[in-house]
């Protein structure tokens, strides 16, 4: 049976990882609406996993006996920005995603809950990667400053990003990365 504090933080957190599904679908609108194609593919490709963590942790409170509350979600990002601004967005957001799992790994541990540990590190070290390609795009945005030829240069590279198959998020093939 999973900790009643445990509980409570990971429901808390099924929250915070629909609302990054939001965000990034957001930028997505907001990439494709500027004909920044390879973007918005990327952040179409980001949601669809910000889903998939929403839902390791709801399995999780299922498996371990507990009880999913799916709370109101947050409208954290509003569409279309500047490229620089959206990836500055997405790098503070996910340190912010970092300091909460952080903070459920450190709750789990205060009320012996270890059975949570093996998923609470899985998304540590997730937040590794999350933290590290959203930074670097945004150091490469700052390099490129104003230069169109660059930005398409880099949404170009952000279009190969690949979907995990079966993505309802995946606009198969109308085209829209090529
Ligand atoms: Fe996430
Ligand atoms: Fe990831």
């Known amino acids: 049976m999973i900790g009643e504090k445990t509980e409570k933080a990971i429901n808390d957190q099924i929250k ?9 679908l957001s930028m997505s609108a907001g990439f494709h609406e500027q004909n920044l194609n390879g ?9 669809h996993e910000e889903l998939a963590h929403a839902m390791k942790f709801y399995e999780h409170i299922l498996d371990r006996g507990g009880s999913v ?6 409208q954290i990002h509003t569409g279309r920005q500047s490229p620089l601004q959206s990836w500055k967005t997405a790098y503070e957001h996910e340190k912010f995603i970092t300091g909460k799992i952080k903070n459920i790994l450190k709750i789990s541990r205060e009320e012996n ?8 590190l899985w998304f540590l070290n997730e937040q590794i990667e999350e933290e590290k390609s959203t930074d670097e795009i945004v150091r ?8 169109p030829n660059g930005i398409l240069m880099l949404d170009r590279k952000l279009a190969l990003r690949a979907f995990s198959s079966g993505s309802p998020l995946d606009p198969g093939d109308n085209n829209i990365v090529a």
Not at 69 to 74: I, Q, R
């Open 39 to 47: 973007m918005g593919h990327w952040m179409r490709c980001q949601a």
């Open 140 to 147: 490469q945005l700052t390099m490129l400053g104003d230069s």
């Open 113 to 120: 809950d270890y059975a949570s540990e093996p998923l609470l």
């Open 69 to 74: 509350t799916l709370f109101d979600l947050k």
């Open 16 to 24: 915070h990882e629909l609302e990054s599904f939001y965000v990034y």
